[in-house]
């Protein structure tokens, strides 16, 4: 039996010339040696974010430079990211530390380069009288209030009375009322007048005006304030002896606290 031969028709030989094509291409994509395709086999954009594997852009990869500012997204490098002694201060954009990023705390006295503090970058008001070392004498031109003055007096002569005046070294506030006078002898203190601590540190209460008696002769009766005398500028004294005589003397410490 003779089974018919088919027919060679148009349809049939470019069905068989797609099939072989096809084949061959497949064979010949992947028979391609190791290696074979480089750069200048790659399209434009043939390279996308989705087609790199994960971790497999390393640090080695990249170019010098590679990585700008423009290339990273937010909250991209975080403080774990950064190494000890990255950032430093020529990496520090003008104005980039402001009073808001710095903790409290964190700029310390042995922060500050000599000079770093000058008197621009001083506000009104910042330094204030609770800022300064008690060792800092009253730098202004009136004693403020809480500030105290002290000093010393001495009295006496051939005379039974014995008068003298005493000048505060900055006024008092203007205008004040007048402190108030105690004069307290040897060793004695009051409600005003706390005392004399240590050998030269007598004590005022605000508003006071404390005159202590240290030392005192033989024919020593006692010790006054002149009347009308005491202002935002001094105060004067009168010392009256029993006996007019070379020896007598009073002496002692002074201290006025601004109210």
């Known amino acids: 039996m003779r089974f018919p031969r088919p027919q060679l028709n148009y349809a049939n030989v470019i069905a068989t010339i797609a099939l072989f094509v096809a084949l061959g ?6 028979g391609l040696p190791r290696n074979s395709v480089g ?3 790659l399209k434009r954009g043939a390279v996308s974010a989705a087609k790199l594997r994960r971790g497999a852009v390393t640090a080695g990869k990249l170019a ?3 990585v700008v500012a423009g290339k990273l997204g937010a909250n991209a490098v975080l403080p774990g990211n950064l190494g000890n002694g990255i950032i430093t201060t020529n990496k520090l954009s003008d104005a980039s530390v402001i009073a808001s990023k710095i903790k409290n705390g964190v700029v310390t006295t042995n922060k500050l380069n000599n000079g770093a503090v000058t008197t621009a970058k001083l506000g009104d008001g910042a330094v204030t009288l609770s800022k300064l070392a008690d060792n800092v004498a009253p730098l202004l031109g009136t004693l403020k209030s809480g500030q105290t003055l002290r000093g010393v007096f001495v009295l006496g002569g051939e005379d039974k009375i014995s008068p003298a005046g005493v000048s505060f070294q900055f006024p008092l506030v203007n205008p004040p009322a007048a402190p108030k006078e105690n004069v307290l002898d040897v060793g004695k203190t009051n409600a005003n007048c706390p005392g004399v601590n240590g050998a030269s540190t007598p004590q ?7 005159v202590y008696i240290t030392s005192k002769s033989e024919k020593f009766e006692g010790l006054e304030f002149i009347d009308g005398a005491t202002n935002r500028l001094g105060f004067g004294l009168t010392a009256g002896f029993a006996l007019a005589e070379p020896l007598n ?3 002692g410490q002074w201290a006025v606290t601004a109210p």
């Open 204 to 210: 005022a209460n605000p508003g006071q005006l404390c």
């Open 249 to 251: 003397q009073v002496y």
């Open 64 to 66: 010098p430079k590679a």
């Open 39 to 41: 750069t200048n086999q």
């Open 25 to 30: 291409g497949a064979a010949v994509a992947a």
